[in-house]
């Protein structure tokens, strides 16, 4: 069964859905680790805040479906940021991790991240990324040993950074904004923003009316959708979950062609070893079986029996690989987004939450700047967005070609394709994703699949 580990509490928190017309100073949409931790922020500084989530609990969207690694060590990327930069996106993500922590969130323990490889390229890529740690001044270990018995060539370690779960860390500052007054409202899905009217209407034709609105719907939904389909992409990967009998110290991602996550976790008392990677663009591939039997072959290297659980999740990928927070036009001071995690959006849900909090009361965030949706577009971000809207154009005309049966994506009309080993309908345009039945599991689309039963015309 394809099942995410953080899924097997099953803890919930209720909250009603909006039956309703309602205003309120700040609109959040959506009830992953970002938009929760910006509502506790926001709300714990008296804002009146209003979070809607259109699933039946809240971090139930990509957030539980994460490896769970709370940490600023996102690949090797500090080589590719000036040390001003680096310093900055570093600083960032330490403080909000270290400030959120102090609300000592049940499920964190402290792990040091570790990039490996077995070549001989990925060390010479990782030396120069410990240079630039030693710039930055991040605690590092480099070695060629490491606690798993894989064969490495170098591993590059960050010291004091940690790890979660994911559902029970969210749920935590749920928790902690409804203390301070955030109002909640599950099963409550935004189909239609109207920002000429500071008003967002739900699937149940609702009106929320508010003075600020921050979207922390992952991919930016259905109203907004042209400024961003060729800003982003969706890369999709697997994880596994097996039985195991050890914890490791460190948590491990390995920067080769075929790279890998690994760490450990106990739930419900007992230790599972977590194995995760493969991944291509979202909704692209129809056999996805095979990417979860490669993992589960790769298991026996470390003598672990079959995996009990396995999944795949998708995260927004930026040109730069950092993520758009901010204001969403430099004109208008009522839209407000955070996207784009490039599958670090754990942390990043934080810096977020900071980030946000504090435009909206119009103090100069130190990172704001660096991860500005606004933030300028030459060089790269214009080839990323060429190739983007060259895959995205390539793929509808596809769909109508190879696939005129399928369903049509209610967002953009791309030709969605199904995914047998996961049992869905992905769109291969914007990442949007149906249940067999047509229900929308994850935007940007809003609306249901029309699904034609046989013998229709
Ligand atoms: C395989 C994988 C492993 C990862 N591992 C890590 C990791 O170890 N560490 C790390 O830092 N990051 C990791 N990430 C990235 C991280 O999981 C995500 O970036 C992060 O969870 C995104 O949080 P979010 O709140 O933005 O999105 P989500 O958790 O997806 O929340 C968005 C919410 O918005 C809701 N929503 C959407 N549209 C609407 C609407 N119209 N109306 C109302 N609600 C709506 C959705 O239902 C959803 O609940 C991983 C990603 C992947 C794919």
Redesign the pocket.
């Known amino acids: 069964m394809k099942q995410s580990l953080w899924l097997k509490n099953n803890e919930s928190i209720s909250a009603p859905t909006l039956k309703q017309h309602t205003t309120c100073e700040i609109c959040i949409?959506?009830?992953?680790?970002?938009?929760i931790y910006t509502a506790y922020l926001l709300a714990k500084l008296g804002f009146q805040v209003v979070l809607?989530?259109?699933?039946r609990d809240?971090?139930?969207?990509?957030?539980?479906?994460?490896?769970?690694?709370?940490?600023a060590q996102h690949g090797p990327i500090y080589t590719g940021m000036s040390t001003d930069q680096g310093k900055m996106y570093y600083e960032a993500n330490e403080k909000a991790i270290e400030r959120a922590l102090e609300t000592n969130p049940k499920s964190f323990s402290r792990a040091t991240s570790f990039l490996y490889t077995n070549t001989a390229k990925g060390k010479e890529q990782l030396q120069k990324e410990a240079e630039s740690y030693k710039k930055i001044g991040i605690p590092l270990v480099a070695t060629n040993e490491i606690e798993l018995e894989i064969p490495i060539e170098f591993a590059l370690g960050m010291k004091n950074e940690g790890q979660i779960d994911?559902i029970e860390f969210t749920h935590h500052f749920a928790q902690l904004a409804k203390k301070y007054g955030a109002q909640i409202f599950l099963n409550?899905?935004?189909?239609t923003i109207q920002p000429a009217k500071n008003s967002v209407t739900t699937n149940q034709g609702y009106t929320i009316h508010y003075k600020k609105l921050v979207l922390?719907?992952?991919y930016p939904?259905e109203s907004i959708r042209n400024l961003y389909s060729v800003k982003l992409q969706i890369d999709?990967?697997?994880?596994t979950a097996t039985k195991c009998s050890q914890l490791l110290e460190g948590q491990y991602l390995s920067i080769d062609e075929q790279s890998r996550?690994i760490r450990t976790a106990i739930v419900d008392q007992q230790p599972y070893f977590l194995y995760?990677g493969r991944s291509h663009l979202a909704g692209t591939v129809e056999h996805t079986q095979s990417y979860y039997e490669t993992l589960h072959s790769e298991l026996h290297n470390f003598e672990l029996p079959e995996p009990e659980f396995s999944w795949?999740?998708?995260?927004?990928m930026t040109s730069n690989q950092i993520p758009y927070i901010g204001q969403l036009s430099k004109k208008d001071d009522s839209l407000y987004i955070?996207?784009g995690?490039n599958?670090?959006?754990?942390?990043?849900?934080l810096v977020a939450g900071e980030i946000l909090r504090d435009l909206i009361q119009k103090i100069t965030h130190p990172a704001a700047m660096l991860y500005s949706p606004t933030r300028s577009s030459f060089g790269r971000q214009i080839y990323f967005m060429l190739q983007t809207g060259g895959f995205i154009s390539k793929e509808f005309i596809k769909g109508y070609v190879s696939r005129s049966e399928a369903p049509r994506c209610t967002h953009l009309g791309c030709k969605t394709r199904w995914n047998e080993a996961d049992q869905t309908w992905d769109c291969p345009c914007h990442g949007s994703r149906y249940n067999e039945k047509g229900l929308v599991i994850?935007?940007p689309a809003?609306y249901p699949l029309e699904i034609k039963k046989s013998g229709d015309s």
């Not at 409550?188 to 189909?191: A, E, L, P």
């Open positions: 949409i959506g009830g992953g680790l970002s938009g809607v989530e259109a699933l809240l971090a139930h969207g990509t957030t539980a479906y994460s490896t769970g690694k709370l940490t994911p409550t899905r935004i189909t922390c719907t992952h939904i999709r990967s697997y994880l996550t995760g795949s999740a998708q995260d927004v955070a996207t995690f599958k670090w959006g754990i942390s990043s849900s994850e935007g809003v």
